[in-house]
């Protein structure tokens, strides 16, 4: 049974570029959550996906967006890049209710230069 | 303004003793603890998690115990493996809200 995968799993962009991370949740999960991880900082939620629709959102500027497809895989979208945005960004999957047994993939590692 | 506030960057315990890991957080709405374990190049995995109806949860090596007048918790793992050397964060989250807050992380070392 695949866990929850992600891709790429590195990514340099330069300042202003925009990126596109992709995560496939596990299977049976349809409930997808994004997180930040700043280095030496825990995750910080950025939203989360159910029936393809943001349900909720952190506290992160207009320029994270984000889809959820009818497969229930899901993008994180970041334009305009900054140097800040440099991070583990990392899906994780759960069943919608049960959103406290989030299962995480390993992450994308995005440096912006 | 961190919520969930783990004050040990780092924890060093001897093989077979017990590990004890910290937490507190600032808001009294939070009713749900979860603790996450995290291996390098890995995602963080779910370890064990309380309600705040509870002061206790166990579950096999690892026990989590909740001070809600302190808004304060704690997991022990007792007995300390080498296995268990990792990243530890604790998380919290607030009645039927999906946003879990994370703390920064305890990086736990078993010594040989």
């Known amino acids: 049974d695949a866990g929850v995968t992600q891709s790429p799993t590195h990514l340099i962009k330069t300042r202003g570029q925009q990126v596109t991370l992709r995560c496939s949740p596990k299977?049976?999960?349809?409930?997808v959550s994004w997180y930040q991880q700043a280095l030496g900082q825990g995750p910080q939620f950025i939203f989360q996906?159910?029936?393809?629709?943001?349900?909720q959102r952190g506290n992160f500027p207009d320029r994270f967006s984000g889809h959820q497809f009818p497969n229930y895989s899901s993008e994180l979208n970041v334009n305009a890049l900054l140097l800040g945005d440099s991070a583990l960004y990392l899906c994780?999957?759960?069943?919608?209710?049960?959103?406290?047994?989030?299962?995480f993939g390993s992450g994308t590692q995005l440096s912006v230069l | 303004d961190q919520q969930v506030k783990q004050n040990s960057p780092s924890l060093s315990v001897q093989e077979g003793r017990i590990s004890i890991l910290n937490c507190d957080y600032t808001?009294?709405?939070?009713?749900?603890f979860l603790w996450y374990k995290k291996y390098p190049a890995e995602g963080p995995t779910f370890l064990i998690s309380?309600?705040?109806?509870?002061d206790k949860n166990e579950d096999g090596r690892f026990t989590v115990f909740l001070n809600k007048s302190a808004k304060h918790l704690s997991l022990h793992i007792v007995p300390s493996q080498p296995g268990d050397s990792a990243v530890y964060f604790c998380a919290a989250s607030e009645g039927g809200d999906d946003k879990i807050i994370f703390g920064k992380g305890t990086r736990l070392h078993i010594l040989p």
């Open positions: 996906y159910y029936e393809e629709e943001e349900r």
């Open positions: 994780a999957s759960s069943l919608v209710g049960a959103y406290e047994k989030l299962f």
């Open positions: 309380i309600s705040s109806i509870k």
């Open positions: 808001n009294s709405m939070f009713d749900y």
């Open positions: 299977s049976g999960h349809d409930t």
